[in-house]
T-cell receptor, first 110, second 115 residues
Framework: KQEVTQIPAALSVPEGENLVLNCSFT??????LQWFRQDPGKGLTSLLL?????REQTSGRLNASLDKSSGRSTLYIAASQPGDSATYLC?????????FGKGTTLSVSS | GAGVSQSPSNKVTEKGKDVELRCDPI?????LYWYRQSLGQGLEFLIY????????KSGLPSDRFSAERTGGSVSTLTIQRTQQEDSAVYLC?????????????FGEGSWLTVV
């Protein structure tokens, strides 16, 4: 059974700092890994999708990497801003369902 | 519409009543998912539809929960005889297909409170 773990559970950084969020998964037989952002009281916004054949994806200040063999993914956020404050979730898809981690809650102070 | 639409956005119901939650996926998306997010918990998979059929119902927590999808589009999640532990956000998502490379898009959720 796939288990997804995100570390740290919470992170506070000053504005402008570069940071890395970690995601690990137990079953490497995945075909997609997706990073989401969730603001309080809101639904999930898709940030990046990495297929199993890919090693990384970039969108603006965000870069996500995937290492299937080690069961790890990272989300790198460059030059963090207060507007980046949210909960970041990673999710693996091997069959029909996405299996989610519990998220990392990020707070960026100005 | 442009995104996944869910209704109602908020619902307060009395224990023992039935509730229906509606999801309108992105046009053309054949795959549809229901998830539940309880306070302070992660997202819990409930059910997956491919077209009108539900090949994966493994996440439904009890027989009080059921879902259907008609016309390969709108889906309804029904909770019968609601209990206080059913209080949660119910999130619907859709994608073009449940295969590699297809981004899954979520709605804003239906916030259910059972009193």
């Amino acid at each position: 059974k796939q288990e997804v773990t995100q570390i740290p559970a919470a992170l506070s950084v000053p504005e402008g700092e570069n940071l890395v969020l970690n995601c690990s998964f137990t079953d490497s037989a995945i075909y997609n890994l997706q990073w989401f952002r969730q603001d309080p009281g809101k639904g999930l916004t898709s940030l990046l999708l990495i297929q199993s054949s890919q090693r990384e994806q970039t969108s603006g200040r965000l870069n996500a990497s995937l290492d299937k063999s080690s069961g790890r993914s990272t989300l790198y956020i460059a030059a963090s801003q207060p507007g980046d404050s949210a909960t970041y979730l990673c999710a693996c898809q091997a069959g029909t369902a996405l299996i989610f981690g519990k998220g990392t809650t990020l707070s960026v102070s100005s | 519409g442009a995104g996944v639409s869910q209704s109602p956005s908020n619902k307060v119901t009395e224990k023992g009543k039935d509730v229906e939650l509606r999801c309108d996926p992105i046009s053309g998306h054949t795959a549809l998912y229901w998830y539940r997010q309880s306070l302070g918990q992660g997202l819990e998979f409930l059910i997956y539809f491919q077209g009108n059929s539900a090949p994966d119902k493994s996440g439904l927590p009890s027989d009080r929960f059921s879902a259907e999808r008609t016309g390969g589009s709108v889906s309804t999640l029904t909770i019968q005889r609601t209990q206080q532990e059913d209080s949660a956000v119910y999130l619907c998502a859709s994608s073009l297909a449940a295969t590699a490379g297809n981004t899954i898009y979520f709605g804003e959720g239906s916030w259910l409170t059972v009193v």
